[in-house]
């Protein structure tokens, strides 16, 4: 049996145009424009969904609600469908904030070497992705969502919405969402191919 990947989404989404989750947003721009991390990461992942779906990949959506959903709740609904399916692995969809440029991809100080496996292949696949930009690296931190959980997992920093030119390029822009979208799901095909050869 295949591994089937669990998709987690960061912080809450819009519920009648109200945003869910306090700060998590880009400045408001020139032309009052403005983005919410919990939107963003939503969109990524619906559209993920979307093709893994017409790809005939099993998958495991861990928040599907627009509420901001604790993160030790998400921790505990990614633990049980792992003890479950005992084969599956984690990516959590963001973007980072900060003033920088560029993506990254954390994993825990602990990580499996399935973890830093994915994080590596996150690596590879950006710079095919996004050639014009910036891999800022693989970090270790101890994220909930990667050190508490029982499986493979790593955490994906999309670009900065506090720098205007990635905000509006990539978070902001339906082309810019569906390449994002896109390159996640060669992360899942590569990780699928691996346990498969």
């Known amino acids: 049996m295949y591994p089937i990947p669990i998709i987690g989404n960061g912080h809450g989404g819009l519920i009648g145009k109200v945003y869910q989750t306090k700060g998590k947003r880009s400045p408001v721009w020139s032309d009052g424009a ?62 980072n904030a900060g003033g920088g440029k560029g993506s990254e991809v954390f994993i825990s100080r602990s990580a499996s070497s399935s973890s830093l496996a994915l994080a590596n292949w996150s690596k590879a696949l950006f710079l095919q992705h996004f050639p014009e930009s910036t891999f800022r690296g693989i970090k270790r931190k101890n994220f909930d969502l990667v050190h508490l959980t029982n499986m493979p997992a790593i955490l994906l920093e999309n670009f900065f919405m506090d720098n205007e030119h990635e905000c509006r390029t990539y978070l902001m822009n339906p082309k ?19 346990h498969h050869s």
């Open 34 to 95: 403005v983005l919410y991390e919990g939107e963003f990461n939503r969109a990524i992942k619906n559209r993920l969904l979307e093709l893994l779906h017409f790809k005939g990949i099993a998958y495991y959506d861990l928040v599907p609600e627009q509420h901001d959903i604790h993160r030790r709740t998400r921790v505990n609904r990614a633990n049980r469908f792992h003890a479950k399916h005992k084969k599956t692995f984690l990516l959590d969809i963001h973007s």
């Open 176 to 194: 810019g969402r569906d390449r994002i979208a896109a390159y996640t799901l060669a992360i899942i095909e590569a990780y699928l191919k691996y």
